[in-house]
T-cell receptor, first 109, second 114 residues
Framework: AQRVTQPEKLLSVFKGAPVELKCNYS??????LFWYVQYSRQRLQLLLR??SRESIKGFTADLNKGETSFHLKKPFAQEEDSAMYYC???????????FGSGTKLNVKP | ETGVTQSPTHLIKTRGQQVTLRCSSQ?????VSWYQQALGQGPQFIFQ???????GRGNFPPRFSGLQFPNYSSELNVNALELDDSALYLC?????????????FGSGTRLTVV
């Protein structure tokens, strides 16, 4: 069965510290992975896509098929990174999506 | 903010009733998906429409149905409402069936079933 697991509901770090938001998945085919972010009182928005190999706002994510993981990383957290982060998975036909339950990142000054 | 508009923002219904939620996508966005987000949970995929036809569905019963119209608007209909249907319902649209184009979420409709 398809599943996205984000094991941490809350992650608190100090400004300037490294951040890693964990995401593990279960999927029987070749998945496409995404990270979404929701800042306070804003809409859910796409942060980055595995397929684009991009770095957005200093965040990167590497797909590890052996460990079935897609962890989100940033070397130096900023206070403005405080938000809810969701990992999401789609099959390569992009007609079904699965979200994790989210991790709330709190960056303390 | 432009993009995806959902209406109404809040709604209260009684168990057993039917409800229609509406979504207006930005011009050119011919793919729309609907999600149910319960409190403290991530969005759960309900279904997706591409060019007015359903092309993907999550694990939701048939009483959840939808429509997509040529003017980039869409509807989510839920029949025989149950208490567990209380949630935030999100609409998201994109430029094509391939979500690599990126997509835009609405701010949601908060449905409460009493």
């Amino acid at each position: 069965a398809q599943r996205v697991t984000q094991p941490e509901k809350l992650l608190s770090v100090f400004k300037g510290a490294p951040v890693e938001l964990k995401c593990n998945y279960s999927y029987s085919g070749s998945p496409e992975l995404f990270w979404y972010v929701q800042y306070s009182r804003q809409r859910l928005q796409l942060l980055l896509r595995h397929i684009s190999r991009e770095s957005i706002k200093g965040f990167t994510a590497d797909l590890n098929k052996g460990e079935t993981s897609f962890h989100l990383k940033k070397p130096f957290a900023q206070e403005e990174d405080s938000a809810m982060y969701y990992c999401a998975l789609s099959g390569n036909n992009f007609n079904k999506f699965y979200f994790g339950s989210g991790t709330k990142l709190n960056v303390k000054p | 903010e432009t993009g995806v508009t959902q209406s109404p923002t809040h709604l209260i219904k009684t168990r057993g009733q039917q409800v229609t939620l509406r979504c207006s996508s930005q011009s050119g966005h011919n793919t729309v998906s609907w999600y149910q987000q319960a409190l403290g949970q991530g969005p759960q995929f309900i279904f997706q429409y591409y060019r007015e036809e359903e092309n993907g569905r999550g694990n939701f019963p048939p009483r959840f149905s939808g429509l997509q119209f040529p003017n980039y608007s869409s509807e989510l209909n839920v029949n025989a409402l149950e208490l567990d249907d209380s949630a935030l319902y999100l609409c998201a649209s994109s430029q094509g069936a391939d979500w690599r184009y990126g997509y835009t979420f609405g701010s949601g409709t908060r449905l409460t079933v009493v």
